[in-house]
């Protein structure tokens, strides 16, 4: 497994540089083990060989080998281990031991957890097929067998520590669309509806003026106050202060329905006793002005009626908001608002349904918006 950062190779590199110490007895066997000068360079060219091949394997930083090639150099590493043991004694047994944590350490863990033991099993038979193998035998097999398996629990634990680092950089991406997508549903609900405001109050104190300049003033007050809240609002919702509550999104509906010349039939009290938890109310006051909003552009309607309770179904208690309007109706079509709108609603487990309503009041279809929510027991009185 490659370490992504300059601590982990430096780790990685001072645990294999420790595992090194072993090294020292073959070292020593090639200055004072009384073999002929030939014998010393070949050793010494097949111990480099060796140690090259080994820190390859261990030390790699490019993109991992195939398990073949890598099973091919372990192979390797393991019959230089035999060849030199065989040819210049006991010494060099000690070999068998970095085959074993080599496999261990680039070899995936299914397969690796058989190559460790096949390793050792392969210094028994060569420490009985060298002369006096089997003094140092015991001393090599549990660093062969400890050694490889810490391996194999390192190189598990740095692709853990990886996996997790990449995990964590997925949910902060994650995060920060859904903020990103909370923000595009806030100032899309805010300003939707705000402007839609501004604007027909505008077409409206035209039509005043020049023959009522007074009611025209009004007007042009009103839409002041609706601009300074609408920078208000957006103000707070980038800084994630803002909650929409029922209350206030009847008055603003009032106001809205009124400046249309839309008759409003809405809930004159009670809604502050309904005792809503503050996001089942939140979702509620966002879809009702999402809903007021549409009435107010889009249904050409002349009456708009405002429902909202605690019911109690099988499924337990919702809290509904129905908007019913005598407009043209027509198909729901699923713009940035309604879907922004779903999106809010399923965050708290509720629903939401839109469509003509079939009444066909004088030719007019009409539309129906409603919104419930499942709430909790003990949350609502």
């Known amino acids: 497994m490659r370490p992504e950062t300059r601590r982990h190779k430096a780790v990685k590199l001072t645990w294999t540089g420790l595992w090194l110490f072993y090294l020292s007895a073959p070292v020593v066997d090639l200055v004072r083990g009384g073999h ?87 210094l028994a038979v060569t420490a009985n097929a060298v002369p006096d193998g089997d003094e140092y035998l015991a001393g090599l097999l549990i660093p062969s067998l400890m050694g490889g398996f810490a391996m194999i629990g390192v190189r598990a634990m740095i692709r853990t520590t990886i996996e997790l680092r990449e995990a964590r950089a997925t949910v902060a991406q994650l995060a920060a669309n859904e903020e990103r997508l909370r923000m595009a549903r806030d100032l899309h609900d805010l300003l939707g509806h705000s402007l839609s405001l501004i604007t027909l109050k505008s077409e409206l104190a035209g039509r005043m003026l020049p023959d009522q300049p007074e009611a025209a003033a009004r007007q042009v007050a009103d839409i002041e106050q609706v601009s300074r809240q609408a920078l208000v609002d957006v103000r707070e919702a980038v800084s994630g202060y803002r909650r929409a509550t029922l209350p206030g999104e009847l008055a603003g509906a009032r106001t809205a329905l009124t400046a249309a010349g839309i008759l ?118």
């Open 36 to 122: 002929s000068t030939g014998a010393r360079v070949l050793g010494g060219l097949g111990l480099a060989a060796f140690v090259t091949w080994y820190l390859i394997l261990v030390l790699r930083t490019a993109r991992p080998m195939p398990v073949r090639r890598v099973l091919l150099s372990v192979s390797v590493l393991a019959a230089q281990a035999t060849l030199l043991s065989l040819t210049l004694g006991r010494e060099w047994l000690v070999l068998f031991v970095y085959v074993a944590i080599s496999s261990g350490a680039a070899l995936p863990g299914e397969i690796s957890r058989w190559t460790v033991p096949g390793a050792t099993a392969l």
């Open 264 to 381: 409003a039939d809405l809930p004159a009290d009670g809604v502050e006793e309904l005792e809503l938890p503050e996001e089942i109310e939140s979702a509620l006051a966002w879809a009702l002005r999402e809903a007021i909003t549409n009435v107010v552009r889009h249904s050409g309607a002349k009456r708009c009626t405002v429902r909202l309770a605690v019911t109690q179904t099988l499924a337990g208690r919702m809290a509904e908001l129905t908007v019913t309007d005598d407009g043209a109706g027509g198909p729901s079509v699923a713009g940035n608002g309604l879907t922004g709108l779903r999106e809010r609603l399923a965050a708290v487990g509720g629903t939401l349904t839109a469509g003509p309503t079939g009444l066909h009041n004088r030719g007019r279809a009409g539309f129906r918006l409603q919104a419930g929510v499942p709430v909790p027991l003990g949350s609502a009185s």
